[in-house]
Structure formats: C-alpha cells, structure tokens
C-alpha cells in the first residue's frame, strides 16, 4: 500500500497525497466547486479530476515539478520560469468566468482589510511599526483600476508543474475568478523577483512594475498573521517578512 502524504493542513482544509492521487478535504464545497469549474474552463493544462464525493475531491498528479518554492531555491531554466509566463498570459487572456476570484476584491474592500491588518500586526508585536508603514504606502500602487481577467487567484510557485521548458499543470484553483492579473503574476515571483523578467519575456505584455511590488507587500502583509496562526512560518529567510523587508 502507498504511504499517505499530508500535503498541507489547518483548519481550513486539508490535502493528501496517495500514490499518483490527491485527496482534498474541503468542508467548504462553494469553494470546492469553483475549482472544478475553474479547471474546466481554464486554457491551460491542469489536473484530471477523478471522483468527488463531498467533502473529499480527487485528482490525479501532474506530471513534472515545480520550478522552486517559497524560501527555497529557484529552480529551472529561463527559458521554464518564460514558459510559465506565457501559460499564465494565456489564461489571462480566455473568456471570463462568470464569478469573481480571490484576485478580484473591491479596491475600498481591500483597502480596508489591509489597513485593519496592518493596525493588527503592529498592535501584536507581530512586526515593527516601521516595516508595517513602509509596505503599507508600497501597497498603495495596487489600489488603481484594472481590467478583469480570468486569475487563478493562488498562484504560488509551488502550484505550476513544468518538465523542461513546457508547463504540465497548474494546480489549486478553488481562489480562481474574475481579478486583477498583475495579482497572478506578482504571486508567482513572491520571494523570487529575481525571476520577474523571465517571467514577464514570457508574459509578452507591458507590466506596471510598481503595482508588481505593491502585491508583493500587499499580500505578504494580509499573510503574515495567518500563516503565523496556522503552523506556517513568513519568517523564515526568503519567505513574506523578507520579502516586506526587501521594500525598504
């Protein structure tokens, strides 16, 4: 018999790794049903589902690996990291889903959460007050008008499969939606900005840079508290605070 993998764990969901097959838990099935929708419609490749049966949803493995993780190496050629941005320019650029993503919050909405969060962080001990300041007015450049794309919403690097130079999945839908797509792509270089430009040669299309750096410090400053609260670690070297301390 496979031995079980936990993939990942908390209060939220859980998933499982079986052989070739994972298994997510999810108590939430609205979310559960926008990623089975999410990768039917989505123009890029992603995994095959097998069998639902509430709570659990199984799918089949990806082929390939990752180009790296957060706080790790990035692995991969440049011509891999290209190749991933084209796959996300091409979902990018499909016909909407009919539902708004994690990446399609209202600006005043936002606005609000961070400015709540930002209060919290510093209230708690949790980061200085100027670290806080700084990303806070970083931040500040993602609050603008966009065009709505169809966004994956989660688009951590650790969820784009390739095997050489071709991506071979994209995994984790259940955030995808109508949203902002500079979202996307400054997720998938959270931590690895190094990377940014092939990603971009990929992409193929002009790119506000300082809305890139303001979902950088945008997104590590909503995380920092919930991952702290759930057995993840943002202070760990390459992970959310170094990314908010790169902006000063």
């Known amino acids: 018999m496979?031995?079980?993998?936990?993939?990942?764990?908390?209060?939220?969901?859980?998933?499982?790794?079986?052989g070739d097959v994972f298994l997510k838990v999810d108590a939430d099935q609205a979310r559960v049903d926008v990623e089975v929708e999410a990768m039917t419609l989505a123009p890029v490749p992603t995994p095959k589902v097998l069998w639902r049966k509430p709570?659990?949803?199984?799918i089949a493995a990806v082929p390939g690996a990752t180009l790296g993780r957060l706080g790790g190496p990035s692995d991969g050629s440049w011509a891999a990291w290209a190749a991933a941005g084209a796959a996300i320019?091409?979902?990018?650029?499909?016909?909407?889903?009919?539902?708004?993503?994690?990446?399609?919050?209202s600006v005043v909405a936002l606005a609000a959460e961070l400015d709540d969060e930002c209060e919290l962080l510093v209230r708690n001990g949790l980061l200085p007050a100027d670290l806080v300041t700084r990303n806070r007015q970083v931040a500040e450049a993602a609050f603008r008008p966009w065009t709505p794309a169809f966004t994956h919403g989660d688009l951590q690097i650790a969820h784009v499969f390739v095997d050489g130079d071709e991506v071979t999945g994209i995994i984790d839908w259940s955030e995808a939606g109508q949203g902002d797509p500079l979202y996307d792509l400054a997720t998938f270089t959270l931590g690895h900005e190094e990377r940014l430009d092939d990603v971009l040669?990929?992409?193929?299309a002009d790119v506000n840079l300082d809305v890139i750096h303001a979902w950088w410090s945008l997104r590590s400053l909503l995380a920092v508290r919930w991952l702290s609260e759930h057995g993840?670690?943002?202070?760990a070297p390459g992970c959310e605070v170094d990314v908010l301390k790169s902006r000063m």
């Open 232 to 235: 993840f670690d943002p202070f």
């Open 2 to 18: 496979d031995e079980v993998e936990v993939v990942v764990a908390h209060s939220e969901r859980a998933t499982l790794r079986v």
């Open 55 to 58: 709570p659990v949803l199984a």
């Open 201 to 204: 040669a990929g992409y193929g």
């Open 89 to 105: 320019r091409k979902l990018h650029d499909a016909p909407l889903p009919p539902w708004p993503g994690r990446a399609g919050r």
